[in-house]
C-alpha cells in the first residue's frame, strides 16, 4: 500500500523496571528502541514522545536518530512525509536513497507533527 520494503519488528519485552523510565520521564518505548537499533539510525514516530525520550537517545544512542511527534487525533500529514524523506536523504547512501525513490513516504490521503533529530 505505502510501497515501502519489508521493516524489522521492535518486539517489546516485560519490563519489571518502569520506576527507571518514570525517573527519567521516558516512555516505555524509549529504552528498547535504543537497544534494538544498536547504534543504526532510526525514526521514530509516535504521539507520546517527550523531551525526557529525545535527551535519552542523544545521551545513550551513538547513531542518528529522529523522533517525530504527531497528534493522536491528526495523524500524519504530507509535510511529516517530507520531513522523512529530507531526514533519510541525510542517513542514506546515494545508491539506497535512488532505490527507494518514489516509493512509500509521500501517501496522498495522509493526514501533523514536530520532529526533533539529535
Known amino acids: 500500500m ?4 519489508v521493516l524489522a519488528v521492535v ?8 520506576r527507571i523510565d518514570e525517573w527519567f520521564g521516558l516512555h516505555w518505548k524509549t529504552r528498547t528502541l535504543v537497544e ?6 532510526f525514526i ?27 497528534h493522536p487525533r491528526i495523524g500524519l500529514r504530507h509535510s511529516d512525509f517530507a520531513t522523512f524523506r ?9 545508491t539506497q536513497q535512488n532505490s527507494t525513490a518514489g516509493r512509500g513516504l509521500g501517501d ?5 507533527g514536530d520532529s526533533s533529530e539529535r
Open 44 to 70: 521514530w514516530i509516535d504521539d507520546e514522545l517527550g523531551d525526557g525520550d529525545q535527551d535519552w537517545i542523544s545521551e545513550h544512542h551513538r547513531g542518528r536518530a529522529l523522533l517525530h511527534r504527531v
Open 86 to 94: 529530507q531526514w533519510l536523504a541525510t542517513v542514506l547512501p546515494l
Open 36 to 41: 534494538w537499533a544498536a547504534g543504526r539510525p
Open 2 to 5: 505505502l510501497g515501502l520494503p
Open 108 to 112: 496522498p490521503n495522509s493526514a501533523g
Open 11 to 18: 518486539e517489546w519485552p516485560e519490563r519489571a523496571d518502569y
